[in-house]
């Protein structure tokens, strides 16, 4: 560089340290690094908006600066030399941990940060192969998170980046992606508590949780009053910082007056719905203990309590009525030879995977989040008709008698008709019900 180019930068950099961050104390140097001084010389030219929401950010308050975060670990395969630094581009939660410990660790045990190992699931055999490559990568992978290999140089490969998939596998070893939550360069905690946040991925057909907290009391009240949450409060407490409505930081993961902020957003989750039968998780006491402290803030425990018996009638009755069949139906279909061991190579299969990983997945979620046209209509009704009207008959098709066992149990009489008095009754009922 000339000697005009170094002093250009240098008043530049200056600049730079008068406009960002806190105004330090006159005769005091400023607070950002050399190093964070010579990145901001040249992105506030080169990626202006980067800085911009970095310059509005706590990190910039605190002083945290470009190479706080892209300091590169002696060992990170990913890093490079730029411009006389040896940085890494991806900031992954080992760098985050240098000074959010406690956060990086209760991440780090959580499911988010287990994403990616859906690489093995039938999700992936329908991206990777039934969709095809690119289909995966541009949609699954950018939820999940990529496994990402750099090339000797310590380039990223295009292939796996972008990527802040919240269970992505990182060059260094570690797993999941803070900016995934909340954001690259503002990292704020206000966007991370914010429900539409969670919705990037937890929304469609198979895991609808933005539609269900939308439709819910919840969301009506999150809409109505959010000028009221106070979402950029240190700290964010239920009932003390704000009381107009829960989002889904709220109830998974913010603070309480009696719990801390975690960052494990299954610690407060009794049940798993993921699966196709629903169980109840290790220590699921205590974790139901903590969501009820949740609640607790808002509904009297009379309310609380009433909710999780209906809950668990519905998980009950989803998994006796529907899922424990059809599961051993599909059991018995393989055993027999009838349909074979490739996924997604005969109908059923196709009908067998949207009844437990779409249809039934909406109903259990819509109870468990308040949510009744998912229950019942986006849910039980879909789950209903495809069992009774697809399932049901190409599992006979295929292996005759194969559903008699299933059809005699209690849950299924009525496909036999109803009794002239149950008949008579419901026609009574719509007679009082819709009479003039």
Not at 135 to 156: F, T, V, W, Y
Not at 295 to 319: K, M, P
Not at 358 to 372: I, K, L, N, S, W
Not at 396 to 424: C, N
Request: net charge positive.
């Amino acid at each position: 560089m000339t000697r005009i180019s170094v002093l250009c930068l240098c008043a530049l950099s200056l600049m730079i340290f008068a406009s960002f961050g806190q105004t330090p104390k006159s005769g005091e140097p400023p607070k950002f690094s050399a190093e964070g001084g010579k990145c901001l010389a040249c992105h506030s030219v080169s990626t202006r908006g980067l800085v911009a929401q970095w310059s509005e950010s706590a990190h910039s308050r605190s002083a945290v600066d470009c190479y706080s975060c892209h300091r590169a670990a002696e060992d990170d395969p990913a890093a490079f030399n730029h411009n006389g630094l040896r940085i890494a581009v991806i900031v992954t939660p080992a760098y985050c941990a240098r000074c959010h410990k406690a956060e990086a660790a209760e991440f780090e045990k959580s499911h988010h940060s287990r994403a990616a190992q859906f690489i093995g699931s039938l999700d992936n055999v329908l991206g990777e192969i039934v969709e095809g490559g690119p289909a995966a990568m541009n949609g699954c992978r950018q939820c999940h998170g990529s496994e990402i290999r750099p090339g000797p140089d310590g380039k990223l490969p295009y292939d796996a980046w972008p990527n802040s998939g919240i269970g992505r596998v990182n060059p260094d070893g570690s797993r999941g992606s803070c900016a995934a939550c909340h954001g690259r360069h503002g990292f704020s905690s206000a966007v991370a508590r914010q429900p539409e946040n969670c919705g990037k991925c937890h929304m469609g057909p198979d895991h609808p949780q933005a539609e269900i907290y939308s439709e819910s009391k919840h969301g009506i009240q999150f809409r109505a009053n959010i000028a009221k949450m106070n979402l950029d409060s240190k700290p964010w407490v239920v009932g003390k910082d704000y009381s107009a409505a829960p989002t889904c930081a709220t109830c998974h993961m913010s603070a309480t007056a009696n719990r801390q902020v975690t960052h494990d957003v299954g610690d407060r989750i009794s049940f798993t719905l993921r699966p196709p039968i629903s169980t109840k998780l290790e220590n699921w006491e205590r974790r139901r203990s903590e969501m009820k402290d949740v609640c607790s803030n808002c509904h009297a425990a009379g309310w609380v309590q009433n909710f999780y018996r209906q809950y668990e009638d519905t998980i009950e009755l989803y998994n006796e009525k529907f899922a424990k069949p059809s599961r051993a139906i599909m059991v018995k279909l393989y055993a027999a030879g009838k349909i074979t061991q490739s996924p997604f190579n005969e109908k059923i299969e196709w009908i067998y995977y949207e009844l437990w990983h779409h249809e039934r997945r909406r109903a259990r979620m819509g109870t468990a989040m308040m949510g009744p046209d998912y229950t019942q209509w986006h849910g039980f009704y879909e789950v209903a008709k495809h069992f009774y009207t697809e399932l049901a008959p190409e599992a006979e098709r295929l292996l005759p008698g194969v559903t008699a066992e299933f059809m005699r149990s209690d849950y299924h009489k009525w496909v036999q008709g109803l009794t002239r008095e149950q008949i008579e009754q419901q026609i009574e009922f719509y007679r009082n019900r819709y009479k003039q």
